[in-house]
């Protein structure tokens, strides 16, 4: 009988580096354990049961708007210094991975900043990048899926754009990381079921969140 050990940490840091080195994204499995991805999962439905996710915006400041043609998901933008403990736990894990990505890849990275967010059946969000004019800081985008059982029947997949029209399928299921540069394009098609994550990216500056 063969028993699937849990990839250690260390590796799973070395093929965050090199997928984003050599291809420009990774996809982690079993970034947390499927009991923490569980309580993260809880702590979300938590947060949405008690009315503190807002309709998710394109821009900033003065030109934030709610466009349900580009994007229909509802967020929580997460404060480091009132995270509940078990979110603690996973910002402190995105932390090693951005403390790493300087070491190994010297894209001096200083921040990380991240939301929860979800997507009711029947939402996407349309073809983007993380970074442009206006949001220049965003050097990587981190998204780690909490939907146990999901299968790309049930919609909600990341498609990201790469080069030469090469294009490249995440199922957001429980316990997955997908990381790419932030100067992709990419979207998510329309979810059938509830889609939940915690979307984040790390900065060449330290913070953007100025409305918390
Ligand atoms: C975003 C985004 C991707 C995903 O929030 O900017 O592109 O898979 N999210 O949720
Ligand atoms: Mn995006």
Not at 4 to 14: G, N
Not at 76 to 84: F, L
Not at 156 to 162: E, N, Q, T, V
Request: proline share 4%; net charge negative; with cysteine.
């Amino acid at each position: 009988m063969t028993r699937r050990t849990m990839p250690a940490f260390e590796e799973q840091l070395e093929s965050i580096a090199d997928g984003l080195a050599e291809q420009q994204y990774a996809v982690t499995d079993h970034f947390l354990s499927d009991e923490l991805t569980f309580q993260l999962l809880n702590r979300l439905q938590q947060i949405r049961e008690e009315g503190e996710l807002k309709k998710a915006g394109i821009g900033k400041h003065q030109q934030f708007q709610v466009d349900n043609t580009i994007r229909g998901d509802y967020i929580k933008w997460i404060d480091p210094g009132t995270a509940k403990q078990i979110t603690q736990h996973f910002l402190e894990k995105m932390q090693a991975i951005k403390d790493y990505l300087n070491q190994t890849c010297f894209l001096g990275l200083k921040d990380y900043e991240s939301h929860f967010a979800v997507y009711p059946p029947g939402t996407f969000y349309k073809r983007h990048a993380d970074r442009f004019q206006q949001n220049p800081h965003r050097i990587i985008s981190c998204v780690f899926y909490l939907n146990p059982g999901w299968t790309a029947q049930d919609g909600g997949i990341l498609r990201l754009y790469l080069d030469e029209g090469q294009t490249k399928d995440i199922v957001p299921i429980a316990g997955r990381l997908a990381c790419f540069r932030s100067e992709i394009e990419h979207e998510v098609l329309p979810a059938h079921k509830t889609r939940y994550s915690i979307t984040g990216w790390m900065l060449d500056q330290i913070g953007s969140l100025t409305f918390l």
